[in-house]
């Protein structure tokens, strides 16, 4: 299993421009969740998906901020416009149907800068 | 508000010794804990997870659950250089999971 893949690994990008974050579930799993992480604010949720529809936005800082899972096999984060306190890394984590008793698995990340 | 706590450290054991990282969560409605493992610049990786009060082990690795307390613990006996990482606790609210800010962790050879 090729586990979660999220794309790019890294993105340098100016302020103002739109980012589009990508990821691929690992095949089976049903949820899907986003998380941004930062030193001061440590893991926080964004958004998660149980089979493609998006349960919990509460968590998604702004309308600059939106994301869509099309189908079971991926899905996107999109900022536009970025800003510099956007920087982060972005983490997508998928887990099988009813495993919040078992724990996500998570991709490598989304290292993000916005200058 | 779910909050979980965790001491951010550093927390600096020698080799060979027992490292002990403590969880607090406010919620008393969780029934399922976890430990994540992070290396630095890696994505966290799940290590332990508990469910009941008490004690659960695997190798080096032992979760321990107080729901009365709301508290959560991991120690790791023998430590290693290797384990030096930051140590996750979350806690899942259905399939939500609250994160601590992590533990730093340093085993000194």
């Known amino acids: 299993d090729a586990g979660v893949i999220q794309s790019p690994r890294h993105e340098v990008t100016e302020m103002g421009q739109e980012v589009t974050l990508r990821c691929k579930p690992i095949?089976?799993?049903?949820?899907l969740f986003w998380y941004r992480q930062t030193m001061m604010r440590g893991l926080e949720l964004l958004i998660y998906?149980?089979?493609?529809?998006?349960?919990?936005d509460s968590g998604m800082p702004e309308d600059r901020f939106s994301a869509k899972m099309p189908n079971a096999s991926f899905s996107t984060l999109k900022i536009q416009p970025s800003e510099p306190r956007d920087s982060a890394v972005y983490f997508c984590a998928s887990s099988e149907p009813g495993q919040g008793d078992y724990g996500y698995t998570f991709g490598s990340g989304t290292r993000l800068t916005v200058v | 508000q779910k909050e979980v706590e965790q001491n951010s450290g550093p927390l600096s054991v020698p080799e060979g010794a027992i490292a002990s990282l403590n969880c607090t969560y406010s919620d008393r409605g969780s029934q399922s804990f976890f430990w994540y493992r992070q290396y630095s610049g890696k994505s966290p990786e799940l290590i332990m997870s508990?469910?009941?009060?008490g004690d659960k082990e695997d190798g080096r690795f032992t979760a321990q659950l107080n729901k009365a307390s709301q508290y959560v613990s991991l120690l790791i006996r023998d430590s290693q250089p290797s384990d030096s990482a930051t140590y996750l606790c979350?806690?899942?609210?259905?399939?939500?999971?609250?994160f601590g800010p992590g533990t730093r962790l340093s085993v000194l050879p």
């Open positions: 998906f149980n089979n493609n529809v998006p349960i919990d």
């Open positions: 979350a806690v899942a609210y259905g399939q939500n999971f609250v």
């Open positions: 508990i469910y009941s009060n």
């Open positions: 095949s089976g799993h049903n949820s």
